[in-house]
């Protein structure tokens, strides 16, 4: 009966030891201040699609490997992209994304 005892003691010990996994983490000092959000949202980077086929370029996406993202990318044009796409105020946003490229010139 002892040899019951103490393995329902020892778990226990376990289970308690387990539960205080580690020291919580330092409060934030109260004189640091958060900063405050802008009330002016940043402007908008790029053009719309409608935009860029107005300006006379094409629309890429992105494959979903981030290849139009990297600063190597270049165009079919062989020129590189005039910007990202953004979307159209209140319009649906890419989840990833395309560019504008130059046509290439004839």
Same mark, same amino acid.
């Given at each position: 009966?002892? &040899?019951?005892?103490?393995?329902?003691?020892?778990?226990?010990?376990?289970? $308690?030891? =387990? =539960?205080?996994?580690?020291?919580?983490?330092?409060? &934030?000092? #109260?004189?640091? !201040?958060? #900063?405050?959000?802008?009330?002016?949202?940043?402007? !908008?980077?790029?053009?719309?699609?409608?935009?860029?086929? =107005?300006? +006379?370029?094409? $629309?890429?996406? /992105?494959?979903? /490997?981030?290849?139009?993202?990297?600063? /190597?990318?270049?165009?079919?044009? +062989?020129?590189?992209?005039?910007?990202?796409?953004?979307?159209?105020?209140?319009?649906?946003? !890419?989840?990833?994304?395309?560019?504008?490229?130059?046509?290439?010139? &004839?």
């Amino acid at each position: 009966m002892r &040899k019951i005892n103490e393995a329902w003691i020892a778990l226990f010990f376990a289970c $308690v030891s =387990a =539960a205080c996994g580690g020291a919580e983490p330092a409060p &934030k000092d #109260p004189t640091e !201040a958060d #900063p405050a959000p802008s009330s002016t949202p940043e402007p !908008a980077s790029g053009v719309t699609a409608e935009e860029c086929e =107005a300006a +006379g370029g094409t $629309v890429v996406g /992105d494959i979903g /490997d981030g290849a139009i993202h990297r600063p /190597d990318y270049v165009c079919a044009s +062989g020129a590189k992209p005039t910007g990202p796409i953004r979307a159209k105020e209140g319009g649906p946003i !890419a989840v990833e994304g395309s560019v504008c490229c130059p046509k290439a010139p &004839k």
